[in-house]
T-cell receptor, first 113, second 115 residues
Framework: EDQVTQSPEALRLQEGESSSLNCSYTVSGLRGLFWYRQDPGKGPEFLFTLYSAGEEKEKERLKATLTKKESFLHITAPKPEDSATYLCAVQAGSGGGADGLTFGKGTHLIIQP | DGGITQSPKYLFRKEGQNVTLSCEQNLNHDAMYWYRQDPGQGLRLIYYSQIVNDFQKGDIAEGYSVSREKKESFPLTVTSAQKNPTAFYLC??????????????FGEGSRLTVL
């Protein structure tokens, strides 16, 4: 059974204080790993897709990296508007389509001014 | 602008009633999905459809039903058989097959509360 574990569950940072969120996974043949951002009371918003170990993607203050067992979402010099819940999901290689996605429970990030 | 529209945003239901949540997309995506989100849990798949007039059960389909008569629309009915329907419901769409088919576009969600 595919599993995704995100840590920490919650993280409070000061504005400008860089940190990383972790997504550990076990899956039978990784097809893709996805990061989403979710604001309170809203639907998730897609951020990144990573396909193979060693791959990195960047967007503004966010950088996502991937190894064979985990992914990190690095946040550099965060601002209060980066406060959100960050979700990680993995897609197994056994079949196509987003019906094969397994989501983690998310990391709730708060950036204090 | 292209996107996914869910309605209503908030819905209250009495026990024993069926309710239908609307989901419309203008992204020309073939695949559509319904997820349920509960506090402290990951998103769980209820139903999905990869083509018009066809849909499949997800991990937690019991007590729910769907239809896919048009490419743009994928309504979800929460029936009285669903024992714990209070939750945040999310509709999503994606391209079907190939690289990037795990990149979901989500609606704003519908929050259902059973009184």
């Amino acid at each position: 059974e595919d599993q995704v574990t995100q840590s920490p569950e919650a993280l409070r940072l000061q504005e400008g204080e860089s940190s990383s969120l972790n997504c550990s996974y076990t899956v039978s043949g990784l097809r893709g790993l996805f990061w989403y951002r979710q604001d309170p009371g809203k639907g998730p918003e897609f951020l990144f897709t990573l396909y193979s170990a060693g791959e990195e993607k960047e967007k503004e203050r966010l950088k996502a990296t991937l190894t064979k067992k985990e992914s990190f979402l690095h946040i550099t010099a965060p601002k209060p508007e980066d406060s959100a819940t960050y979700l990680c999901a993995v897609q197994a290689g056994s079949g196509g389509g987003a019906d094969g996605l397994t989501f983690g429970k998310g990391t709730h990030l708060i950036i204090q001014p | 602008d292209g996107g996914i529209t869910q309605s209503p945003k908030y819905l209250f239901r009495k026990e024993g009633q069926n309710v239908t949540l609307s989901c419309e997309q203008n992204l020309n995506h073939d695949a559509m999905y319904w997820y349920r989100q509960d506090p402290g849990q990951g998103l769980r798949l209820i139903y999905y459809s990869q083509i018009v007039n066809d849909f499949q059960k997800g991990d937690i389909a019991e007590g729910y039903s769907v239809s896919r008569e048009k490419k743009e629309s994928f309504p979800l009915t929460v029936t009285s058989a669903q024992k714990n329907p209070t939750a945040f419901y999310l509709c999503a769409s994606s391209t079907s097959g190939g690289a990037g088919d795990g990149e979901l576009f989500f609606g704003e969600g519908s929050r259902l509360t059973v009184l």
